[in-house]
C-alpha cells in the first residue's frame, strides 16, 4: 500500500492523483512485508510532473476554442443563410417563402450549441482528454484520481459551464482560487484540469 507523501491518506492502485489532497503521484512503492511490531515505511512517491492548470492558462485555451468553434459557427449560419436566400428567390417574397427561410436560420442557429457539447464532450472523453485549445497549451482533462474521463462525465461538465456562466462568471474565475484550480463545473463534475 502506498500513501500520499503530502497528507498521508492511503492512495487507491493506480491513481495519478491523491483522492485527497490532489496531489500528483507516478511511481508506487511496493507493499513489503514488515513484522507486525514495526511499522511500514512510508513509501516514496515521486511527482509525477503534472501541475493544475491556472486560471489563465485555461482562459487562452477557452479562446482558441472560441476561435475554432466560431470558425465552424460562421461556416454553418452562411451556408444557412444561402439557403434561406435560395428559398426566398425561389419562392419569391411570400409569407410562406420568407417563413422557411426564417425556419432555416433558426434550425442553423439551434445546430450551434449540440455541435459546442459534441466538441467538448467527445474530446475531452477522447484519448487526448483535451479539446483542440486545451491540447495546444498541454493541458487536459481528469477524474479527481487522475484517471480519464467518460463522455458521461465530459457531458456533466460542459453543461455545468452555464451554471458557472449565470451567476456573472465566477464559476470560472473560482479555478484561479481554488486548491486545486477547480472551477465550479469542475468541482459538480469532480474533474481537474492539468498542465504537463
Known amino acids: 500500500m502506498a500513501f500520499c507523501q503530502r497528507c498521508g491518506v492511503a492512495l487507491v492502485d493506480g491513481s495519478a492523483f491523491c483522492a485527497s489532497c490532489g496531489t500528483p503521484v507516478k511511481v508506487f512503492a511496493p507493499a513489503q512485508a514488515v513484522p507486525a511490531n514495526v511499522a511500514p515505511p512510508m513509501p516514496q512517491v515521486y511527482a509525477r ?9 485555461r482562459v487562452v485555451a477557452y479562446l482558441i476554442d472560441g476561435l475554432v ?15 434561406a436566400g435560395a428559398s426566398v428567390l425561389g419562392g419569391g417574397a411570400s409569407p410562406a417563402a420568407v417563413g422557411l427561410s426564417v425556419s432555416i436560420l433558426f434550425i442553423g442557429i439551434c445546430m450551434l450549441v449540440p455541435l459546442e457539447w459534441l466538441y467538448f464532450a467527445l474530446l475531452e472523453s477522447s484519448s487526448w482528454q483535451a479539446t483542440l485549445g486545451k491540447k495546444a497549451l498541454s493541458l487536459y ?18 453543461f ?6 449565470m451567476i456573472l462568471y465566477i464559476g470560472f474565475m473560482m479555478a484561479g482560487f481554488t486548491e486545486k484550480k477547480q ?7 469532480s474533474t481537474l484540469v492539468m498542465r504537463r
Open 49 to 57: 510532473g503534472a501541475a493544475y492548470a491556472g486560471f489563465w492558462l
Open 69 to 83: 468553434l466560431g470558425v465552424v459557427a460562421w461556416l454553418v449560419i452562411w451556408i444557412m443563410i444561402l439557403a
Open 141 to 158: 482533462v481528469t477524474d479527481l484520481n487522475g484517471q480519464p474521463i467518460g463522455f458521461g462525465r465530459a457531458t456533466g461538465r460542459f
Open 160 to 165: 455545468g459551464k452555464i451554471l458557472s456562466g
Open 183 to 189: 472551477a465550479l463545473h469542475d468541482m459538480l463534475a
